[in-house]
């Protein structure tokens, strides 16, 4: 499983930055407000950046501030150029900017072009069937004996990801309109040249603007094969084939564009977030000669524990599984480059998914599962809150959720006849919502978050799980994931090592090396919330450097509940 020299060399050019780097996600909405409005803003952010360089991390990627109806938080823009009043104004983004790159920071904004607000100027006046702008989004007429708007009659059989067909009917026109998204989200035709201009111009806007790269949301979307009727799978009425909407025939192509015209010259961190790509597509979007790109965001880890009705089928992670998984990237993408995460804006808390969020055990196993996540092969992201150990807020009924996944799919499970207590576990568990409860900077009211009442409700535990408890704290989580930064950054070995997984049918154990050159370190990690004694042919080291650790090492063969360690063995 060792990588040649060559492929090293081409993974190590001096000039990719963001290969030693660290990313922190701030979804501006739930980060700190300033105005006291109950919804988190620019000025908010301003205030805490002493926090973020205190922590460590290279960069900021911020979720959308732009001008916005919100339907989906922000990721429906109506102005690429302009900030929602709600968040700010250019000002905040220009002072921003600065703030970062005074402390060494830099930001990457988020880029979401595989569709529009219905909102945005460009979709209103491409409802109209004579306007030049009609071919800029994916207009069709209804499906050949079928009389627009009754159901059955919409061009093709595909699912949204947000429930419910993908296409809309347009009552004006009679023709339809496809959205992979929400209703107020429409796909955008990137076949018309003009669409492409029209992004790649106002990508030039914000990069002279001193921003220092892009979060693509859904790049590989934005080549569709056919517009055909696709696969239904067993128990779906629609379909959701991968074939037909992700990483198209085109897609190659409208990336090169996009190099050779806009990211070209510009030293930057671009990350496309590809739902249902393969590590082999993976591996060519980020080759670092032919590729288009730095890195991918993908999706294959976050989706093992779903299952026949998808993310809300309430089956759980297997870890041998996960294990496979982790295998499969850290070979297989050779030169190219990967995202390690396991939260975001969209997934919930990872402590209360994979881990054990319990009052006794959490602050351990928030430890093991960074370091698990820290030590590999790729550029880690830090989700806001993750620091800390966030964990899930505790739904308890419909009328608490915010995310339009969310509640559209409860609406069409009540449909189907579903009772909302049935669904309700599942929605808890594994609802975007988790991820966006305020960020708890203090055990006050609030959560030291906003004085007024916010947008969501604020997680109970905020009184134990806080910023301003952790920060000073060396035992803390925060404190840990500063130690996993800078363990990063000093260490080249955990910037570019090959990776190599030990005993990976032992259940509760996750082990692997790290080897660059003599340089070889050892991770040693318990999964579960019992002690675990090491196999007999697994070295337990007691000699070797203690590079971080989350208990005292009493027994070198024994590990903990939710215990890790990593070492280095040699060199
Ligand atoms: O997410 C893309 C995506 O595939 C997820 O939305 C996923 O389908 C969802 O979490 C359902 O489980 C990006 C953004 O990150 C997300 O917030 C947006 O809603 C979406 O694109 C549309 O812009």
């Known amino acids: ?52 360089a205190t922590l460590g991390v290279d960069v900021v990627w ?14 429906d823009i109506s102005d690429y150029t302009d900030i929602d009043p709600l968040f700010g104004s250019l000002a905040d983004v220009d002072a921003l900017i600065a703030g970062l790159h005074e402390r060494g920071m830099k930001l990457v904004m988020d880029l979401v072009v595989n569709h529009t607000s219905d909102e945005h100027a460009w979709f209103v006046e491409s409802r109209d069937p004579a306007s030049p702008k009609r071919d800029w989004y994916w207009w069709r007429p209804a499906r050949p004996g079928h009389p627009a708007g009754t159901p059955g009659a919409e061009p093709t059989n595909w699912g949204s990801f947000f429930s419910g067909p993908a296409w809309e009917h347009d009552p004006a026109s009679d023709d339809y309109y496809l959205h992979l998204f929400s209703r107020k989200q429409p796909d955008l ?27 693509m949301d859904v790049i590989n979307l934005i080549s569709k094969s056919a517009l055909a009727d696709g696969e239904v799978s067993e128990g779906q009425v629609l379909s959701y084939d991968a074939r037909l909407v992700a990483d198209g025939p085109r897609l190659h192509e409208f990336l090169t564009e996009m190099k050779e015209q806009v990211l070209a010259g510009h030293n930057l961190l671009t990350v496309g977030e590809m739902p249902l790509t393969t590590v082999e597509k993976a591996a060519s979007y980020t080759d670092p000669v032919t590729g288009e790109l730095s890195m991918v965001f993908q999706f294959e880890h976050v989706d093992l524990d779903h299952g026949p009705y ?3 089928s309430g089956q ?12 499969k990237w850290q070979s297989g993408l050779g030169a190219g480059w990967n995202s390690l995460y396991w939260e975001n804006h969209d997934q919930p808390r990872s402590l209360s998914r994979i881990g054990d969020d319990s009052p006794e055990l959490r602050v351990a ?3 093991t599962l960074a370091s698990l996540l820290h030590l590999q092969r790729g550029t880690p992201y830090v989700y806001q809150g993750q620091e800390l150990g966030m964990t899930n807020h505790p739904f308890a009924e419909l009328g608490e959720f915010r995310d339009i996944e969310a509640l559209r799919y409860a609406a069409e499970a009540h449909d189907r006849g579903q009772p909302v207590s049935d669904l309700l576990p599942h929605l808890a568990r594994m609802s975007r919502d988790n991820a966006r409860t305020p960020m708890q900077w203090t055990a006050e009211p609030g959560a030291g ?48 090592g090959d990776f190599e997984m030990l005993a990976p049918d032992d259940d ?16 040693l990690a318990n999964i579960t919330s019992e002690p675990l004694r090491l196999p007999e042919d697994l070295p337990s080291h007691t000699g070797d450097d203690l590079m971080l650790g989350t208990h005292e090492r009493v027994d070198p063969a024994l590990l903990q509940p939710w215990e890790s360690r990593v070492l280095r063995v040699s060199r």
């Open 1 to 52: 499983m060792t990588s040649s020299a060559a492929e090293h060399a081409r993974a190590n050019r001096p000039d990719d930055w963001w290969r030693s780097a660290v990313v922190y996600q701030i979804y501006p909405r739930s980060f700190a407000d300033s105005n006291g409005d109950g919804v988190g803003d620019l000025q908010g952010i301003l205030g805490k950046l002493d926090y973020l």
């Open 316 to 327: 759980r992670l297997d870890w041998n599984d996960y294990k496979r998984n982790v295998v």
């Open 189 to 215: 035709n990137w076949e018309n040249p003009e669409v492409r201009q029209a992004v790649f111009s106002m990508m030039r806007w914000w990069l002279d603007r001193g921003i220092d790269g892009f979060r």
């Open 62 to 75: 911020l979720s959308p501030i732009y001008t916005s109806p919100q339907d989906d938080n922000g990721y």
């Open 310 to 312: 998808g993310k809300y």
């Open 365 to 367: 196993s928030a430890k």
């Open 449 to 496: 978050f906003s004085t007024a009442e916010p947008w969501i409700a604020v997680n109970p535990n905020h009184a134990e799980i806080n910023a301003a408890a952790q920060v000073d704290d060396p035992a803390s989580v925060f404190s840990h994931y500063q130690a996993l930064i800078k363990l990063r950054h000093d260490h080249e070995v955990v910037r570019l």
């Open 508 to 523: 509760g154990l996750f082990a692997f090396t790290r080897t660059l050159g003599e340089e070889v370190w050892l991770v």
